[in-house]
């Protein structure tokens, strides 16, 4: 540390408040709903290096702290005071923008001719072009389906705005117009954050902003590396999979292995499934990406709550990322509904750090992020918006129930509004609240997931859920917690028309169609059994557990009377519904796995691998076709019987036997 402790303070304090300001000015001018109100958007101030030196803590998405700047500038070509960046490509702009929708505004900051920071905004916009409204589908399976690609080129050279690059954006898109907007909202918070900065080089000086920047990174980089140090040294591996990859009915493995030793932290996601011929893939280009180590990033800011966010959070973390796979792919590999992946990544690596520090690391949560999209068609055009952006509950650990109805598992995204979602959106809403019995049993319950229920109002509308997740595979209690319940998605609930659905692309709805969506709960913690029955008894009268759940999942009998609620004789069951072995995961990863166990995929990952490129997918759906042709067609969520899985098992092994021998 070069500056002295005081001057940093003031000076990183002041920066910080800067990126702030940056943030309240782009969601004050911002034109869309899912900016103004969801808040999918940020800002912060770059160091000369391209990564973060002061990031804001209460305002936009946290998660993108360790995303770097210097790829794109560097592919701009040289800058000049008043130029501004523009880009949406994940490839050409080395992982900062992480899908096409995502637009990010980067501009250099001057001082007597040098550039002392970089400005940097990013929204996510309406739409950009591409297959379907709102430009993300799971099951597009190249980039050039998601809509247009912007390289890093200038949208401002010299303070003066490029109208031809506005034109072509404007060109490819739904939404032009509050893609505009937002982009301008984006520039004025650029401008914000270029006059803050020069009044902290005005009392401080240029020299002191710059050593500033370089001593803020590495005080973080030094805590965070103190706080990983807390827990422990080793090496431990967790495995955990995305229901399908939404072309097939195969599952998509992710494996993690995190080694601690020293206070840094190595994760190595060897033994994950190559990349998919549909949109979940995570473009990090190797790298440590924000999008794989979202989770640590948690936790050292859990561990030391005061710690500043900036580039340092990053430096004790190394990564080991299979080119190829889900976390590493190949363009022109689709991207859009990386968030999805994202999540998974995200429980297996708390589920490695767990077996860490068990006392520390919570159960799964619910482990997605649906934002629900509906496409109408209005007398002014298409209208394509975000209704909202569903969660579930985050997971409960030692000592502490799990949230409800909260997840900031990858994001920390707000909900919308109801009235300003049917004043934007031709919908009724009926219900939006929490979902009883969804959370995991525990001896600290997991969080609820969520129920949204609404009905269309107008003709031609179409419906959008990217990012649809643990429909099968639950979310994973700890520690004797049992998992969490698993989503649904239903139109027509009730009615001779219902209709339950799995992942969907494009859902037409007609007018007066109901749509209800029920996220999945997140993993308990401990022995339900060992639960404090008053603390069940408050779950009932808060409506987030049944009467029925309080008997069957914690043994605790509680009575009615003239609507008053009150515990019952102690009648303890000697195991919970849905005990037994494999519990904290549930029926049906515990049926997956028996016929598809962590051994075998190890050895046809690294068999696939063995492969070029463009081999791996197809072999990939073969080998477990021959499979799967021996079990019932929803297997896992059917189990199958026990001479159907022999039979499966011996045509996995015989397939994986073909692969290592080059057959």
């Known amino acids: ?13 002041r920066l910080g408040a800067l990126t702030e300001e940056m943030c309240l000015t782009l969601q ?48 701009a070509g040289p800058l000049e005071p008043g130029d501004v960046i523009i880009t949406n490509d994940p490839y050409r702009s080395g992982g900062l923008a992480t899908h096409l929708t995502d637009i990010q505004l980067i501009e250099p900051y001057f001082h007597d001719g040098e550039i002392v920071g970089y ?109 990983l140090s807390r827990l422990g040294e080793g090496t431990h591996r967790f495995v955990d999979y995305l229901d399908d990859d939404a072309v097939s009915r195969v599952p998509v493995r992710l494996s993690v292995t ?74 022109p590999a689709a991207v859009g509904v990386r968030h999805a992946a994202a999540s998974r990544v995200n429980d297996a690596v708390g589920g490695a750090l767990g077996l860490a520090a068990p006392d520390v690391l919570p159960a799964a949560s619910s482990g997605l992020v649906v934002p629900v999209v509906v496409a109408e068609h209005t007398h002014a055009g298409q209208n394509v918006q975000v209704l909202e952006p569903m969660v579930g509950g985050t997971g409960a650990r030692l000592g502490s129930d799990g949230v409800d109805g909260r997840d900031s598992g990858i994001s920390n995204l707000s909900n919308n509004p109801v009235e300003t979602v049917e004043t934007e959106i ?34 031609n509308s179409r419906l959008l859920a990217r990012g649809l997740e643990r429909l099968c595979f639950r979310p994973w209690g700890a520690v004797g917690g049992r998992p969490g319940a698993p989503t649904e998605l239903i139109v027509d609930p009730g009615t001779p028309r219902e209709r339950r659905h799995l992942k969907i692309d ?25 639960r ?50 494999g519990s904290e995961f549930g029926p049906e990863r515990v049926a997956w796995e028996s016929v598809f166990d962590v051994e075998s995929v190890d050895r046809l990952v690294a068999g696939l691998f ?38 499966s098992r011996q045509a996995l092994t015989d397939e994986i036997l073909k692969l290592e021998h080059g057959e």
């Not at 219900?431 to 009905?455: H, I, K, M, P, V």
């Not at 791996?616 to 499979?627: D, H, L, N």
């Open 426 to 459: 031709g919908v009724e809403i009926l219900r939006y609240g929490l979902r009883r019995d969804s959370g995991g049993a525990g001896r600290w319950r997991g969080g609820c997931g969520l129920e949204l229920t609404f009905r269309v109002l107008g003709d």
């Open 28 to 75: 004050r001018t911002s034109r869309s709903l899912y900016v103004k109100e969801t808040a999918d958007f940020c800002c912060a101030l770059a160091g000369v290096d391209g990564g973060f030196a002061a990031y804001p803590r209460g305002i936009g998405v946290s998660g993108f702290v360790g995303l770097n700047c210097l790829t794109a500038v560097r592919a």
């Open 532 to 581: 404090d029955p008053a603390a069940v008894l408050r779950d009932v009268e808060r409506g987030v557990v049944s009467i029925k759940a309080a008997a069957s999942d914690y043994g605790v009998i509680i009575e009615e009377s003239a609507g008053v609620l009150t515990l019952g004789a102690p009648a303890r069951p000697v195991t919970p519904e849905g005990g037994g072995p």
């Open 506 to 530: 494009v859902l037409p709805l007609e007018r007066g169609s109901v749509v209800t969506l029920l996220t999945s709960g997140a993993g308990g913690y401990g022995d339900p059994l060992l």
């Open 1 to 13: 540390m070069r500056l002295d402790p005081v001057t940093l303070e003031i000076v990183g304090n």
């Open 258 to 331: 995190a080694t601690l030793a020293a206070g840094r932290l190595h994760l190595d996601f060897t033994g994950t499934d190559p990349q998919v011929a549909a949109a979940f893939n995570i473009a990090t280009l190797g790298t440590a990406h924000a999008w794989i180590t979202t989770r640590v990033l948690a936790l050292i800011c859990t561990l030391d709550p005061d710690i500043a966010l900036n580039a340092g959070l990053m430096r004790p973390i190394s990564v080991t990322v299979p080119e190829g796979s889900l976390v590493n792919p190949v363009r």
């Open 119 to 227: 400005g940097w905004a990013f929204i996510h916009c309406s739409d950009i072009g591409g297959r379907v409204p709102s430009s993300l589908s799971p099951t597009n399976d190249e980039i050039y389906q998601e809509g247009l690609q912007i390289p890093p080129v200038k949208l401002v050279r010299a303070g003066r705005p490029n109208h031809d690059v506005e034109l072509l954006l404007s060109a490819n898109s739904r939404t032009p117009e509050a893609n505009l907007g937002d982009i301008r909202a984006m520039l004025a918070a650029l401008r914000t954050g270029r006059e803050r900065l020069a009044g902290v080089i005005a009392q401080h000086g240029v020299r002191t902003l710059l050593t500033a920047q370089d001593d803020l990174i590495d005080y973080t980089a030094r805590k965070a590396s103190a706080a």
């Open 610 to 647: 063995a492969l070029p490129h463009a081999d791996r997918s197809p072999r990939r759906t073969a080998v477990y076709a021959a499979a799967l042709r021996h079990l019932p067609d929803d297997f896992p969520r059917t189990p199958a019987a026990p001479d159907r899985v022999r039979i």
